[in-house]
Structures are given as C-alpha cells and as structure tokens.
C-alpha cells in the first residue's frame, strides 16, 4: 500500500494543471487516507517506521546538500538570519500569550514551532518550478538555511536539558567540532586513488561515491543521536560537507546529485511523507473542536511569525511581488514540528491536542503556502 502511495502521488498532483499540488502534499494526504484513522489498509509498523526515519534524514541530507553557500552569503543569508531572529521573538511573545490565555501548555515549543521553514520539504516544489535557478531562489534558500538550522540547534539543546544532564549541551559544540574537522579533511584530503575510484565506478556496481555519501550521512547521524542531539542535526550537516566536496565537479556532480536524488525523492522521502499522514491522528483532532480550531489559527501565527519578517526586510531587496511568495515559502513548515510536538508529548509537556493541532498545521501549510506563492508569482 505504501509503494502504491509513492507511485500514486505523482499522479494525483499531477491532475490539477492549473495548480499545482506539491507532491509531498499528496503524500501525506494519501497517508492518512489509507492509515488506520480512515481506511485502515496500512498499519505503520517497525519496518515502515524505521524507512521512515531514513527519509527524515534523507531530506535533510538533500536540504543541506542544496544549499550552496558561496551564492546565500551576503545578503541573502544575513536578512535570513535577522528574520529568523525576529521571528523568534515574534514567536515568544504569540505563545506566551496563548499560554496566558490557557490555550497551549508548552509556549517554549510552540514557539520554536513557529520559526520553522520547512526547506527539505520546499525542495521539491522549488526544484520543480525553477526557482532554484533564479535570484528570487538564492532569498529563499537563505531564509530557509536559517529557518531549519536555527531550530535543528534549539531543538537539540531542549532534548539535552530535557535529559536531566544540562552539560550535555556542550557536546552540541564537540558535535560542530567534528563536523568542521569532517569537513576540512573532505574538501583537502583527496588521495588520488580515492578519487579515481569514485570516477571509475560512477556507472558501475561499484558506486563508491554513494556508498562513501551515505557513509557520511549515517556516521553523523548516529554520532549526533549518540551525543542526545537530534538525528536530523546530524543529516543536514552531513548534506552541507557532502556538498561542499562535490560542488564545481562538472557531469559527474550532476550524475552524482541525481542518483542522491533517485534513493531519496524516488524511495525514502516519499516513506516518510506517507507515514506522517498514517500516524496524523485523526480522531483526536475531530473529537476536540478546540484542536480543529487551532489548526487554522497555528497556520495563520506560522504566517505571521514567519512572513511578516520577510515582508519587512526584503523592501529594498525584492519587489513586492515576490515579497509575498517569499512570505508564504517562509511560513511553510511541518518536519521539524513533527519532531518538535514527539518531544512535547514524550516528555509530557505538551497536550496530544495541542500536538496533534500543530502537525495539521503544518500539513495545511505545506498543502496551501507554496501553491499561494506559485501561483502569487504567476
């Protein structure tokens, strides 16, 4: 059922020519069809749930692996960083106020949630529609490089005061340590064997470019886990050295991008779309018409704490036409609060309504904001 979905999704966007539906959107909409909340034909067991997890980190390797940093500096990543910053205290002060009022337990994570850019999951509607290509795209990498990274670094400081040993913190600096170190031997340790061999088995079984990749992503991911960061710390800067050594190097980089692309947007991103929606609880949002109402209303704070930034700073930058796409792209989010809400809840702080609120959130999002700003710039 799983591999019908994946197959599935590309032709259910496909249907709507005039707007186009992000194929992650359909995803995850035929995820919570064929899950146990409505047709219950699939059940997300060990085995998906573990695929899944490698899609998570796949994303963010390929989110980290896009972001080409020689064309983000400058402008684009220093308006993406004091927007984020702005958008942090704009989240701060909307979930302490929702927190007042009594409408949310956890305001910390809340408001972590509303800073989020969800950039692996734009990836493919940016690739997609050209906008990578474009100077409009090098904006909207920047906010999103800051806009995953910043709460990828918050979200593994709570996980390690949330284990009782606030020390644990400094192990996010060991972390950084190793992974600068990582990527300095990358980018000037290449013994001429090694290189040879990745040219000459490219097109062969051999693969040892893939293979030595995924070595990379894997050793960081579990040396983040392993220190109580989050995993996905650890993909995205597995993405970000991996990119750095294979950027400028002519057809082979291009050959190389697209068999990354074919193992993650062709087998194990689309695992992981799927299994969010079969997890998304269905029945604990409707049988809660506070939680139903909060899904609109978390979506429209995403907008506000996301895209008012971008409004703003972007006036001698951008033309308002694309100020506005860039605000809707800036709001759109779901990974990082899917990881966000399962801290809440294993740890008790935050309410499965309020959990369950949030993820629907950030699947309309993802479903509306980049049709909106698509068809804005049109």
Do not use: C, N
């Not at 060990?46 to 980290?64: C, K, M, N, Q, R």
């Not at 493919?124 to 920047?142: A, K, N, Q, T, W």
């Not at 990582?182 to 062969?204: C, E, F, G, N, Y």
């Not at 506000?304 to 800036?330: F, I, Q, T, W």
Request: zero cysteines; charged letters at 15%; proline letters at 4%.
């Amino acid at each position: 059922m799983v591999a019908l979905v994946a197959a599935a999704a590309p032709v259910l966007a496909d249907l709507t020519r005039r707007v186009r539906v992000p194929i992650v959107v359909a995803e995850i909409v035929l995820g919570i069809v064929i899950g146990p909340q409505v047709l219950d034909l699939a059940q997300p067991d060990d085995f998906i749930e573990a695929l899944s997890t490698f899609g998570l980190a796949f994303l963010f390797f390929l989110a980290g692996l896009e972001i080409e940093f020689e064309a983000i500096r400058g402008k684009p990543l220093s308006l993406g960083g004091l927007g984020w910053a702005i958008s942090l205290g704009l989240g701060l002060v909307l979930a302490i106020i929702l927190w007042a009022a009594g409408v949310i337990d956890a305001p910390i994570l809340v408001a972590l949630a509303l800073t989020t850019t969800a950039l692996g999951t734009l990836m493919p509607v940016l690739r997609d529609s050209g906008i990578l290509g474009e100077r409009f795209g090098r904006y909207v990498l920047g906010v999103g490089a800051v806009g995953e990274f910043g709460p990828v670094v918050i979200v593994s400081l709570i996980l390690a005061f949330e284990s009782g040993e606030p020390w644990r913190s400094v192990l996010l600096v060991v972390f950084t340590a190793i992974a600068v170190l990582a990527a300095l031997v990358a980018i000037r340790a290449r013994p001429s064997r090694v290189v040879d061999l990745v040219h000459s088995t490219m097109h062969s079984s051999g693969q040892f470019a893939i293979r030595l990749t995924l070595l990379v992503l894997v050793a960081l991911s579990v040396l983040a886990s392993d220190l109580g960061l989050d995993l996905i710390l650890g993909a995205f800067a597995a993405g970000i050295i991996v990119g750095f050594v294979t950027r400028g190097e002519g057809a082979d980089a291009a050959d190389f991008e697209a068999k990354l692309d074919a193992v993650g947007y062709g087998f194990l991103i689309p695992i992981f779309f799927i299994a969010t929606g079969m997890d998304f609880e269905l029945d604990t949002l409707f049988e809660s018409p506070s939680a139903i109402a909060m899904v609109p209303g978390f979506a429209l704070l995403f907008l506000l704490a996301r895209g008012l930034p971008a409004l703003l700073l972007y006036r001698s930058e951008l033309e308002r036409k694309e100020r506005v796409p860039l605000a809707l792209l800036s709001a759109a989010a779901l990974p990082l609060i899917v990881a966000i809400t399962e801290i809440g809840t294993e740890t008790g702080v935050m309410a499965t309504e309020e959990a369950v609120s949030l993820v629907g959130a950030g699947m309309l999002s993802v479903l509306l904001y980049p049709v909106l700003a698509l068809a804005f710039r049109k």
